[in-house]
């Protein structure tokens, strides 16, 4: 069974600072990645996902994360954050193969830029 | 389009009541899912549907139960509510063409208080 790990629950920073939000993963099998964004009182929307090929996959909103087989990480980054990024972000997984498209969420990172 | 809808979007039971969630989506997706929402869990599967006709159980599937009569509608039951099912509930749906790497489209969620 595959799991998700998010190692930050809260993460701060000022605007216009780079971030870096991490996730960590555990599986039998190959993985596929997704970074999802919730904005205050919203669903979820895609930010970006890793199949395959390159491991720097760029995002919408300026985001992209590296996907790092030795390390099962897939970590979020942005070089300068606006005030309108503060939201809840989650990683997710899903493994190859599945039937119905399972996704495995991590717990959720908080993060708040302020001015 | 609307994408996904959710009906109601708030709504406070006490214990032993019953109430039904609506999901609709507007995108002739065949893959529908219903997840839970706690605080620092992430999001949890509790039902799923791959086509109309068809649910099958997720995760966490106790005290729930779905249905999926029409492509377009896929809905959650709770026949005898329970604190423990305090929670928000977010409804998504996919393509179906390639499960794994499809992206999940989310609706805005239903927040349910169990008194």
């Known amino acids: 069974a595959q799991s998700v790990t998010q190692l930050d629950s809260q993460v701060p920073v000022f605007e216009e600072a780079p971030v870096e939000l991490r996730c960590n993963y555990s599986?039998?099998?190959?993985?596929?990645l997704f970074w999802y964004v919730q904005y205050p009182n919203q669903g979820l929307q895609l930010l970006l996902k890793?199949?395959?090929?390159?491991?720097l996959v760029k995002g919408i909103n300026g985001f992209e994360a590296e996907f790092n087989k030795s390390q099962t990480s897939f970590h979020l980054r942005k070089p300068s954050v606006h005030i309108s990024d503060t939201a809840e972000y989650f990683c997710?997984?899903?493994?190859?193969?599945?039937?119905?498209?399972?996704?495995?969420f991590g717990q959720g990172t908080i993060l708040t830029v302020h001015p | 389009n609307a994408g996904v809808t959710q009906t109601p979007k708030f709504r406070v039971l006490k214990t032993g009541q019953s109430m039904t969630l609506l999901c609709a989506q507007d995108?002739?997706?065949?893959?529908m899912y219903w997840y839970r929402q706690d605080p620092g869990m992430g999001l949890r599967l509790i039902h799923y549907?791959?086509?109309?006709?068809?649910?099958a159980k997720g995760e966490v599937p106790d005290g729930y139960n779905v249905s999926r009569l029409k492509k377009q509608n896929f809905l959650l039951g709770l026949e005898s509510a329970a604190p423990s099912q305090t929670s928000v509930y977010f409804c998504?749906?996919?393509?179906?063409?390639?499960?794994?790497?499809?992206?999940?489209?989310f609706g805005p969620g239903t927040r349910l208080t169990v008194l």
């Open positions: 998504a749906s996919s393509l179906g063409l390639a499960a794994s790497t499809d992206t999940q489209y």
């Open positions: 599986s039998s099998v190959s993985v596929y």
């Open positions: 890793y199949l395959s090929g390159s491991t």
């Open positions: 997710a997984v899903s493994e190859w193969g599945t039937s119905y498209g399972k996704l495995t």
């Open positions: 995108m002739n997706h065949e893959y």
């Open positions: 549907s791959v086509g109309e006709g068809t649910t």
